[in-house]
């Protein structure tokens, strides 16, 4: 198993978890963490899928209702919108993974988690918010990190640390640990396009083409 196939699966684990017992998100993350720690190799890419989705989960979620016929997310099994609240994260944010690696690897752990039904579900799903991404029917402003960060969560003062932004909290880790300041972060933000009859989110047209080498 690939170590960001790993990453994926202990994401959606983790955000089950809040799901499921409720009460500070970051608090339910922090004990997950302390019973299934991720493998050294998928920490990173864990924390980032983790953060992206709790930091953005009320327009993941609109935007997952509004391809979904009808369903609310409410009404979806935990395992498939947790699994769909991770693909379409990755899809509108992180442009250095090719959209079909995104959509396959959510059908994969969706066979491998959800119902028998769950693969064709999230398929269905995530083709449709593809065409709306292509068709630049969707924008997503978010925080993404440009370049490798540290564990930012790991280890910190949550008292201290919860209202410091993501940018400042790998900064402080890295100065901590001797090593280079990361890449600056490029920014996009959250914002609902007015009079869309599916209310969904408009799409940067200006988010460079995805593809290359990739190891999902």
């Known amino acids: 198993m690939g170590f960001r196939r790993r990453a994926r699966e202990l994401a959606m684990q983790a955000l089950y978890y809040v799901d499921i017992r409720g009460g500070i998100p970051d608090d339910r993350v922090t ?12 920490k990173i890419f864990f924390t980032e899928l983790v953060g992206g989705v709790l930091r953005h989960r ?8 509004g391809f979904s016929s009808h369903w609310k997310i409410s009404r979806m099994s935990c395992v498939d919108r947790n699994i769909l609240r991770i ?49 630049g029917q969707i924008t997503f402003e978010a925080v993404v990190d440009s370049g490798p960060e540290k564990d ?6 949550r008292s201290n640390e919860e209202t410091r ?11 901590r640990e001797g090593m280079s300041e990361p890449a600056r972060v490029k920014r996009r933000s959250i914002s609902l396009a007015p009079g869309l009859r599916k209310r969904i989110v408009d799409q940067d047209k200006e988010t460079p083409k995805r593809g290359g080498d990739y190891d999902s």
């Open 31 to 42: 004990l997950f963490r302390k019973l299934y720690s991720p493998p050294e190799k998928s």
């Open 58 to 65: 009320t327009v993941l979620d609109t935007i997952i209702e």
């Open 87 to 135: 693909a379409v994260f990755e899809i509108l944010a992180r442009d250095d993974i090719p959209v079909k690696v995104s959509i396959n690897e959510a059908i994969d752990i969706g066979k491998k988690y959800g119902t028998e039904d769950s693969g064709a579900f999230i398929n269905g799903i995530l083709d449709s918010i593809h065409q709306a991404w292509n068709q």
């Open 152 to 157: 930012r969560r790991e280890d910190l003062n």
């Open 165 to 175: 932004s993501d940018e400042e909290t790998v900064v402080r880790n890295r100065r």
